[in-house]
């Protein structure tokens, strides 16, 4: 049995809104990679809990979630843009709002993001 796990970022190809940009992701407050559009990566990590955010740059970004990988196990997680250009005007005031980051499994209690 492995004694590490894996958290995969996916980054959808089909948004327009920030296609020229790289997301930047986070996992435990430390840079692990830059995600072009239509990209996924894969980083290894320890089991237990992390928390990973994905970040345009340092003010738009997606909420914090926290995950908990067990030895072995690969999680996959999606990214995106939180809506369209034009409300991209409207999240001056969340920024934290700018992206969506969601795991891909269902078991995690949700499977897609919510508006």
């Not at 190809?13 to 239509?38: E, N, Q, T």
């Not at 990590?45 to 340092?58: E, F, I, W, Y």
Request: hydrophobic share 40%.
């Amino acid at each position: 049995m492995s004694v590490i796990g894996s958290v995969v970022v996916r980054r959808a190809g089909g948004a327009y809104r920030d296609s020229a940009r790289k997301y930047k992701v986070l996992i435990d407050g430390v840079h692990r990679g830059d995600l072009k559009k239509g990209e996924q990566l894969s980083f290894v990590v320890p089991p237990g809990m992390h928390s990973v955010v994905a970040r345009l740059d340092k003010w738009w970004r997606s909420p914090e979630i926290l995950i908990d990988v067990a030895p072995g196990q690969v999680l996959t997680l999606n990214v995106a843009p939180g809506g369209s250009a034009w409300t991209a005007i409207f999240q001056l005031f969340t920024p934290h709002s700018y992206l969506k980051l969601w795991p891909e499994s269902a078991h995690f209690g949700y499977g897609t993001p919510t508006d």
